[in-house]
Every structure is written in structure tokens, then in C-alpha cells.
């Protein structure tokens, strides 16, 4: 029997003027785990973006591992899932003064899940 779970995964570094961004994605299928920081490894945070199954207009997350300052990562959730119309489960090491920072990082996720054939962009 065929095993119907297949897994895409994509790492990438992006050299920005303030920093280098580190972004691992991977596509379980239904849903989108990304994984970005610029701060070195580890999990300090993880959000979880959910589109509004009557209006899919709107989405909800959810605070998974909380963190002080990880509002970035919350809103980044919240449109990556608007976006690209499945569950975003995401983990951002950013730092919180940085939103030109934080706009390549999320420019460079689309652009790199477009890239693997995955996700369908909305506007």
C-alpha cells in the first residue's frame, strides 16, 4: 500500500542589509510548518493561523508555545494563512524592532512556497 503522506521540505538563507534569515518550510499536505528566524536556532515560539471555515476571508490563531514579543509571529500566522488558504503553523525569531526585517522575511516565505508548487497565492 501506498504511503499517501508525502512531505516537501525547503531551506533557505536570505542575506538582507540587517541580517541573514535563515527559513526552513515544510508542506505536511493539509497544512505548512515554517520555521524563520535570524536570531540562531531554536523554538521560542509557535502560532498557529487557521482560516474562518464560513469566511474565508478571515482567520483565528492559536498561541501554541507563547512568548513574550511573538506578536510578530501571530500576525505573520494569521496572513500566511489568509494567503495561501491552509493552516500555517509558525515559528519566528525576529527581532520585534525590526518590521523591514520581518516584510523580506515574509516576501521571501511566498515567493518560496510558490516556488515549490504547493501553495496556491491569493491576494
Not at 536570505?14 to 523554538?43: M, N, V
Not at 490563531?61 to 513574550?68: F, R, Y
Not at 515559528?91 to 523591514?100: D, T
Request: charged residues 15%.
Amino acid at each position: 500500500m501506498e504511503n499517501p503522506l508525502r512531505i516537501n521540505q525547503k531551506c533557505v538563507s536570505i542575506d538582507s542589509p540587517e541580517a541573514t534569515i535563515h527559513i526552513q518550510i515544510i508542506d505536511l499536505g493539509q497544512q505548512y510548518y515554517i520555521w524563520c528566524s535570524s536570531l540562531g536556532s531554536g523554538c521560542s515560539n509557535l502560532h498557529l493561523g487557521v482560516n474562518h471555515p464560513r469566511d474565508p476571508s478571515s482567520s483565528s490563531v492559536a498561541s501554541l508555545l507563547p512568548a513574550p514579543a511573538s506578536s510578530a509571529c501571530e500576525s505573520m500566522a494569521r496572513r500566511l494563512a489568509l494567503r495561501v488558504g491552509k493552516p500555517v503553523l509558525c515559528s519566528i525569531q525576529l527581532p520585534a524592532n525590526s518590521p523591514m526585517l520581518q516584510a523580506i522575511a515574509e516576501k521571501h516565505i511566498l515567493k518560496e512556497l510558490t516556488s515549490m508548487g504547493s501553495a496556491t497565492i491569493q491576494s
